[in-house]
């Protein structure tokens, strides 16, 4: 897997399903406004986590585009789920700036929480038709901006369901950290 460091957190991508990050404190959970199943990453990590999750999440719901919440895992390898809700791409305007928001905001709640690693999908690419590489400079520079304000948070990996995906997110990786490294 590959790794970079800025600013003393980690930062990592791989390929895999969100559902099975048995390393991290929390993971992501691309999630509907109402926290319930659906598709896609809500759909892996709601069968994973069994129905206490969607039971958690009814006094949560509903959250609105660039909002996170925290909930417990349940049957998920992991602490904690922060769900996310990304903006339907050209509904929810301005749709970089909602984008930008589910990452900070995620960010900051895992701190909040002491969390020391955190996994994310990639928000809104998938059924809210977010196209990747733009979303993917936003995913990248927010969390490279959050980096010099995290206390707890030293691992972020960004997980991908394909390969050509890792790429794009590798290849900016590579440009925006070269500095660093
Ligand atoms: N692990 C990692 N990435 C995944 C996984 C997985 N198990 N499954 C899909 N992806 P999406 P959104 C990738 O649709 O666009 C749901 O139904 C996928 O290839 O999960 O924010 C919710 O209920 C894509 O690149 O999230 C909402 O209604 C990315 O994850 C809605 O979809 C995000 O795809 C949220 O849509």
Redesign the pocket.
């Known amino acids: 897997m590959k790794q970079y460091k800025v600013n003393d957190v980690i930062i990592e991508c791989t390929t895999?399903?969100?559902?099975a990050q048995t390393d991290m404190d929390a993971v992501v959970n691309?999630?509907?406004a109402q926290l319930?199943?659906?598709?896609?990453?809500?759909?892996?990590l709601h069968r994973t986590a069994g129905p206490g999750l969607e039971a958690e999440c009814r006094a949560l719901a509903p959250i609105a585009p660039g909002e996170a919440v925290i909930s417990g895992a349940h049957n998920l390898p992991n602490q904690y789920v922060i769900h996310c809700l990304?903006p339907v791409y050209g509904v929810d305007k301005p749709s970089d700036r909602l984008l930008a928001s589910c990452y900070r905001n995620a960010l900051l709640l895992a701190d909040k929480n002491r969390v020391t690693s955190i996994a994310f999908?990639?928000?809104?690419?998938?059924?809210?038709?977010?196209p990747?590489e733009p979303a993917t400079r936003i995913a990248v520079n927010t969390v490279l901006e959050m980096t010099e304000s995290l206390a707890a948070v030293k691992c972020i990996r960004f997980?991908?369901?394909?390969k050509k995906?890792l790429n794009i997110y590798e290849s900016l990786l590579d440009q925006l950290t070269s500095a660093d490294r």
Do not use: E, H, W
């Open positions: 895999g399903d969100i559902a691309a999630a509907n319930r199943m659906g598709g896609g990453v809500a759909g892996a990304g999908p990639a928000i809104s690419t998938g059924a809210f038709g977010y990747l997980v991908l369901f394909s995906d």
